[in-house]
Protein backbone atom coordinates (compact mmCIF):
# COMPACT_ATOMS: atom_id res chain seq x y z
CA UNK A 1 0.00 0.00 0.00
CA UNK A 2 3.08 2.69 0.99
CA UNK A 3 4.31 1.61 -2.49
CA UNK A 4 1.26 2.13 -4.18
CA UNK A 5 0.98 5.82 -2.34
CA UNK A 6 4.86 6.98 -3.18
CA UNK A 7 4.31 6.03 -6.91
CA UNK A 8 1.17 8.00 -7.20
CA UNK A 9 2.65 10.91 -5.47
CA UNK A 10 5.48 10.06 -7.90
CA UNK A 11 2.89 10.48 -10.85
CA UNK A 12 1.63 13.55 -9.26
CA UNK A 13 5.18 15.20 -9.50
CA UNK A 14 5.30 14.07 -13.34
CA UNK A 15 2.01 16.24 -13.88
CA UNK A 16 3.54 19.17 -11.48
CA UNK A 17 6.47 18.89 -13.74
CA UNK A 18 4.97 19.00 -16.95
CA UNK A 19 2.91 21.90 -15.86
CA UNK A 20 5.54 23.71 -14.96
CA UNK A 21 7.06 23.92 -18.66
CA UNK A 22 3.19 24.78 -19.73
CA UNK A 23 2.31 21.07 -20.85
CA UNK A 24 -1.14 20.12 -18.99
CA UNK A 25 -0.80 16.11 -18.96
CA UNK A 26 -3.50 13.56 -18.48
CA UNK A 27 -3.38 10.82 -15.75
CA UNK A 28 -2.32 8.50 -18.28
CA UNK A 29 0.33 10.69 -19.64
CA UNK A 30 1.98 11.35 -16.37
CA UNK A 31 2.23 7.49 -15.96
CA UNK A 32 3.78 6.96 -18.88
CA UNK A 33 6.40 9.73 -18.56
CA UNK A 34 6.56 8.14 -14.63
CA UNK A 35 7.62 4.86 -16.06
CA UNK A 36 9.36 5.54 -18.92
CA UNK A 37 11.80 7.46 -16.51
CA UNK A 38 11.54 4.12 -13.94
CA UNK A 39 11.98 1.25 -16.49
CA UNK A 40 14.38 3.22 -18.93
CA UNK A 41 11.93 2.46 -21.97
CA UNK A 42 11.48 4.56 -24.75
CA UNK A 43 7.65 5.80 -25.34
CA UNK A 44 6.19 5.16 -28.66
CA UNK A 45 3.58 8.09 -28.27
CA UNK A 46 0.65 7.40 -31.05
CA UNK A 47 -2.62 9.55 -31.49
CA UNK A 48 -3.98 12.13 -34.64
CA UNK A 49 -1.41 15.12 -35.58
CA UNK A 50 -2.03 18.08 -32.92
CA UNK A 51 -2.65 16.49 -30.16
CA UNK A 52 0.38 17.52 -27.89
CA UNK A 53 3.04 14.23 -28.80
CA UNK A 54 5.53 16.44 -30.20
CA UNK A 55 5.02 19.21 -26.93
CA UNK A 56 5.21 16.51 -24.50
CA UNK A 57 8.93 15.69 -25.24
CA UNK A 58 9.57 19.16 -25.10
CA UNK A 59 7.79 19.49 -21.88
CA UNK A 60 10.08 16.59 -20.55
CA UNK A 61 13.11 18.13 -21.38
CA UNK A 62 12.29 21.71 -19.94
CA UNK A 63 11.18 20.33 -16.85
CA UNK A 64 14.18 18.35 -16.25
CA UNK A 65 16.59 20.96 -17.99
CA UNK A 66 17.81 18.14 -20.35
CA UNK A 67 18.85 19.25 -23.98
CA UNK A 68 16.19 17.76 -26.35
CA UNK A 69 17.86 16.44 -29.95
CA UNK A 70 15.18 15.98 -32.56
CA UNK A 71 14.98 13.75 -35.54
CA UNK A 72 12.41 14.58 -37.85
CA UNK A 73 11.56 11.22 -39.93
CA UNK A 74 11.01 11.07 -43.43
CA UNK A 75 10.75 8.85 -46.34
CA UNK A 76 14.02 7.69 -47.95
CA UNK A 77 15.85 8.38 -44.38
CA UNK A 78 19.01 6.90 -43.92
CA UNK A 79 21.88 5.71 -41.30
CA UNK A 80 23.83 9.06 -42.82
CA UNK A 81 21.40 11.50 -41.78
CA UNK A 82 20.21 9.77 -38.61
CA UNK A 83 23.52 8.18 -37.20
CA UNK A 84 26.71 9.17 -38.37
CA UNK A 85 28.64 9.44 -41.82
CA UNK A 86 32.40 10.26 -42.07
CA UNK A 87 34.12 13.85 -42.72
CA UNK A 88 35.03 13.11 -45.84
CA UNK A 89 36.25 16.22 -46.69
CA UNK A 90 38.59 15.85 -43.68
CA UNK A 91 39.78 12.65 -44.99
CA UNK A 92 40.52 13.60 -48.28
CA UNK A 93 42.61 16.41 -46.52
CA UNK A 94 44.41 13.88 -44.49
CA UNK A 95 45.20 12.00 -47.51
CA UNK A 96 46.62 14.46 -49.62
CA UNK A 97 49.34 15.03 -46.14
CA UNK A 98 49.68 11.49 -46.34
CA UNK A 99 50.73 11.79 -49.65
CA UNK A 100 52.89 14.65 -49.66
CA UNK A 101 54.75 13.24 -46.34
CA UNK A 102 54.84 9.49 -48.09
CA UNK A 103 58.84 9.98 -47.73
CA UNK A 104 59.20 10.17 -44.70
CA UNK A 105 55.96 7.58 -43.19
CA UNK A 106 58.09 4.52 -44.89
CA UNK A 107 61.45 6.09 -44.50
CA UNK A 108 62.27 3.16 -41.74
CA UNK A 109 60.62 0.54 -44.08
CA UNK A 110 62.84 -1.99 -46.02
CA UNK A 111 60.40 -4.16 -46.64
CA UNK A 112 57.06 -4.17 -48.88
CA UNK A 113 55.76 -6.11 -45.99
CA UNK A 114 56.92 -3.95 -43.26
CA UNK A 115 55.67 -0.67 -45.52
CA UNK A 116 52.61 -1.99 -45.66
CA UNK A 117 52.21 -2.45 -42.41
CA UNK A 118 52.61 1.42 -41.45
CA UNK A 119 50.07 2.20 -43.79
CA UNK A 120 47.34 0.08 -42.89
CA UNK A 121 48.22 1.65 -39.38
CA UNK A 122 47.75 5.40 -40.81
CA UNK A 123 44.67 3.74 -42.57
CA UNK A 124 43.01 2.74 -38.75
CA UNK A 125 43.38 6.49 -38.54
CA UNK A 126 41.16 7.84 -40.98
CA UNK A 127 38.74 5.67 -39.57
CA UNK A 128 38.44 6.96 -36.43
CA UNK A 129 36.09 9.55 -34.31
CA UNK A 130 37.84 12.11 -34.74
CA UNK A 131 36.48 11.32 -38.63
CA UNK A 132 32.93 10.71 -37.53
CA UNK A 133 30.32 13.06 -37.93
CA UNK A 134 27.63 12.30 -35.72
CA UNK A 135 23.86 12.74 -36.24
CA UNK A 136 20.85 13.08 -34.20
CA UNK A 137 20.76 9.29 -33.07
CA UNK A 138 24.67 8.89 -32.36
CA UNK A 139 24.56 12.12 -30.69
CA UNK A 140 21.94 12.00 -27.92
CA UNK A 141 24.15 8.67 -27.11
CA UNK A 142 26.98 10.76 -26.90
CA UNK A 143 25.77 13.47 -23.85
CA UNK A 144 27.24 13.18 -20.87
CA UNK A 145 24.25 14.71 -19.13
CA UNK A 146 21.58 12.85 -21.03
CA UNK A 147 19.43 14.04 -22.85
CA UNK A 148 15.76 13.57 -24.62
CA UNK A 149 15.65 12.34 -27.91
CA UNK A 150 12.41 13.11 -29.59
CA UNK A 151 12.51 10.77 -32.79
CA UNK A 152 9.11 12.50 -34.49
CA UNK A 153 6.51 10.84 -36.80
CA UNK A 154 8.20 7.74 -37.12
CA UNK A 155 5.57 6.46 -39.45
CA UNK A 156 6.70 8.52 -41.98
CA UNK A 157 9.72 6.70 -42.56
CA UNK A 158 10.63 3.67 -44.35
CA UNK A 159 9.66 -0.39 -42.61
CA UNK A 160 14.05 -0.99 -43.27
CA UNK A 161 15.06 2.03 -40.74
CA UNK A 162 13.20 0.93 -38.13
CA UNK A 163 16.03 -1.81 -38.05
CA UNK A 164 18.15 0.40 -37.30
CA UNK A 165 16.66 2.08 -34.46
CA UNK A 166 16.29 -1.79 -32.31
CA UNK A 167 19.49 -1.62 -30.82
CA UNK A 168 19.22 1.79 -29.61
CA UNK A 169 16.06 1.00 -28.01
CA UNK A 170 16.78 -1.98 -26.15
CA UNK A 171 19.88 -1.43 -25.15
CA UNK A 172 20.83 2.53 -25.33
CA UNK A 173 23.99 1.91 -27.93
CA UNK A 174 24.78 1.48 -31.45
CA UNK A 175 27.28 -0.32 -33.55
CA UNK A 176 29.78 1.24 -35.56
CA UNK A 177 31.45 -1.45 -37.83
CA UNK A 178 34.92 0.56 -38.09
CA UNK A 179 34.43 2.08 -34.45
CA UNK A 180 32.94 -1.01 -32.15
CA UNK A 181 29.99 -0.15 -30.07
CA UNK A 182 29.24 3.04 -29.10
CA UNK A 183 27.15 2.97 -25.73
CA UNK A 184 25.49 5.71 -24.02
CA UNK A 185 26.94 7.74 -21.49
CA UNK A 186 23.80 8.77 -20.09
CA UNK A 187 20.48 6.68 -21.22
CA UNK A 188 18.36 9.40 -23.28
CA UNK A 189 14.90 9.67 -22.72
CA UNK A 190 13.73 8.49 -26.09
CA UNK A 191 9.85 9.77 -27.41
CA UNK A 192 8.91 8.20 -30.53
CA UNK A 193 5.81 9.82 -32.59
CA UNK A 194 3.40 8.28 -35.06
CA UNK A 195 0.05 9.76 -36.61
CA UNK A 196 -0.40 6.47 -37.99
CA UNK A 197 0.19 6.44 -41.35
CA UNK A 198 1.92 2.83 -41.46
CA UNK A 199 1.64 -0.09 -39.41
CA UNK A 200 4.60 0.14 -36.96
CA UNK A 201 6.90 -3.00 -37.18
CA UNK A 202 6.22 -5.51 -33.75
CA UNK A 203 9.79 -5.18 -33.35
CA UNK A 204 9.83 -1.48 -32.86
CA UNK A 205 6.46 -1.54 -30.76
CA UNK A 206 7.92 -4.50 -28.61
CA UNK A 207 10.89 -2.02 -27.22
CA UNK A 208 8.55 0.58 -26.25
CA UNK A 209 5.98 1.45 -23.97
CA UNK A 210 2.78 2.01 -25.86
CA UNK A 211 0.90 5.61 -25.01
CA UNK A 212 -2.31 6.88 -27.27
CA UNK A 213 -3.35 10.80 -27.02
CA UNK A 214 -6.50 11.48 -28.45
CA UNK A 215 -8.66 14.42 -28.56
CA UNK A 216 -8.87 15.39 -24.63
CA UNK A 217 -11.78 15.83 -22.83
CA UNK A 218 -13.21 19.33 -22.57
CA UNK A 219 -12.26 20.23 -18.46
CA UNK A 220 -8.39 19.21 -19.54
CA UNK A 221 -8.65 21.10 -22.91
CA UNK A 222 -10.08 23.85 -21.06
CA UNK A 223 -7.15 23.71 -18.90
CA UNK A 224 -4.84 23.47 -21.57
CA UNK A 225 -6.16 26.72 -23.35
CA UNK A 226 -6.26 28.46 -19.81
CA UNK A 227 -2.59 27.67 -19.97
CA UNK A 228 -1.93 28.70 -23.17
CA UNK A 229 -3.89 31.39 -23.84
CA UNK A 230 -3.86 32.86 -20.66
CA UNK A 231 -5.70 36.33 -21.92
CA UNK A 232 -8.95 34.19 -22.91
CA UNK A 233 -11.98 34.64 -20.55
CA UNK A 234 -13.80 32.06 -18.76
CA UNK A 235 -16.79 32.24 -20.46
CA UNK A 236 -15.26 32.29 -24.43
CA UNK A 237 -12.88 29.42 -22.79
CA UNK A 238 -16.10 27.09 -22.11
CA UNK A 239 -17.91 27.78 -25.34
CA UNK A 240 -14.89 27.57 -27.69
CA UNK A 241 -14.07 24.05 -26.14
CA UNK A 242 -17.54 23.01 -26.39
CA UNK A 243 -18.02 24.22 -29.87
CA UNK A 244 -14.87 22.09 -30.86
CA UNK A 245 -16.18 19.04 -29.14
CA UNK A 246 -19.17 19.17 -31.49
CA UNK A 247 -17.52 19.75 -33.98
CA UNK A 248 -15.29 16.32 -33.52
CA UNK A 249 -18.43 14.63 -34.19
CA UNK A 250 -19.16 15.34 -37.25
CA UNK A 251 -17.80 13.40 -40.25
CA UNK A 252 -14.50 15.80 -41.53
CA UNK A 253 -11.53 15.13 -43.35
CA UNK A 254 -9.59 16.39 -40.36
CA UNK A 255 -11.04 17.12 -36.88
CA UNK A 256 -9.84 19.97 -35.43
CA UNK A 257 -6.96 19.27 -33.10
CA UNK A 258 -5.79 20.61 -29.87
CA UNK A 259 -3.85 22.72 -31.61
CA UNK A 260 -6.21 24.17 -33.54
CA UNK A 261 -8.28 24.72 -30.31
CA UNK A 262 -4.84 26.60 -29.34
CA UNK A 263 -4.56 28.95 -32.27
CA UNK A 264 -8.29 29.76 -32.40
CA UNK A 265 -8.76 30.99 -29.21
CA UNK A 266 -5.45 33.13 -29.69
CA UNK A 267 -7.70 34.26 -32.68
CA UNK A 268 -10.73 35.12 -31.01
CA UNK A 269 -8.63 36.88 -27.87
CA UNK A 270 -6.66 39.06 -30.70
CA UNK A 271 -10.25 40.35 -32.36
CA UNK A 272 -11.34 40.85 -28.95
CA UNK A 273 -14.21 38.69 -28.20
CA UNK A 274 -15.69 37.58 -24.98
CA UNK A 275 -17.88 35.17 -25.90
CA UNK A 276 -18.83 33.07 -29.09
CA UNK A 277 -20.67 34.35 -31.57
CA UNK A 278 -22.14 33.38 -34.83
CA UNK A 279 -20.17 35.83 -37.56
CA UNK A 280 -16.82 35.56 -35.55
CA UNK A 281 -17.27 31.73 -35.53
CA UNK A 282 -18.04 31.84 -40.00
CA UNK A 283 -15.20 34.54 -40.06
CA UNK A 284 -12.45 32.18 -38.23
CA UNK A 285 -13.45 29.10 -38.71
CA UNK A 286 -10.84 28.64 -41.23
CA UNK A 287 -8.08 28.79 -38.35
CA UNK A 288 -10.62 25.61 -37.02
CA UNK A 289 -10.58 23.65 -40.25
CA UNK A 290 -8.12 22.93 -42.96
CA UNK A 291 -10.29 21.94 -45.68
CA UNK A 292 -12.62 24.22 -47.67
CA UNK A 293 -15.26 21.40 -47.89
CA UNK A 294 -14.80 20.25 -43.66
CA UNK A 295 -15.53 24.68 -43.83
CA UNK A 296 -18.81 24.11 -45.72
CA UNK A 297 -19.96 21.07 -44.01
CA UNK A 298 -19.62 23.02 -40.82
CA UNK A 299 -21.48 26.17 -41.76
CA UNK A 300 -24.70 24.64 -41.76
CA UNK A 301 -23.99 23.64 -38.13
CA UNK A 302 -22.90 26.83 -37.01
CA UNK A 303 -25.98 28.30 -34.97
CA UNK A 304 -26.92 25.15 -33.37
CA UNK A 305 -23.56 24.63 -32.31
CA UNK A 306 -23.19 28.01 -31.00
CA UNK A 307 -26.51 27.90 -29.22
CA UNK A 308 -25.72 25.04 -27.23
CA UNK A 309 -21.71 25.84 -26.57
CA UNK A 310 -23.48 29.25 -25.18
CA UNK A 311 -25.75 27.78 -22.84
CA UNK A 312 -22.21 25.63 -21.63
CA UNK A 313 -20.85 28.72 -21.32
CA UNK A 314 -23.41 30.00 -19.41
CA UNK A 315 -24.41 27.08 -16.79
CA UNK A 316 -20.71 25.16 -16.65
Known sequence: MAESTSSSAS???????????????????ATA?????????????????GVGKTELAKAI?????????????????????????????????????????LGEVLGGADTLAKALDQ?????????????????????????????????????????EFESLLLEILSDFQVTI???????????????LTSNGERDLGDALKRRCLHLHIGFPEPKLEERIVETRVPGVSATLRKQLVGFVNQVRTLD??????VSETIDWAKVLVLLG??????????????????????????????????AKADR?????
Not at 127 to 151: D, N
Request: with cysteine; charged share 25%.
Open 252 to 257: LKKLPS
Open 273 to 306: ASELGHEMVKDTLNVLLKYEGDIEATLSQVSGFV
Open 33 to 49: VYLAEKIEKPILVEGPA
Open 61 to 101: AASRGLEMIRMQCYEGLDEAKALYEWKYAKQLLYTQILKDK
Open 119 to 159: LHDFGDVFFSKEFVEPRPLLRALEQPMGCVLLIDEIDKSDA
Open 177 to 191: PELGTVVAIVPPTVI
Open 11 to 29: IEAVERSLASAGYIASRQI
Open 312 to 316: QGVFG
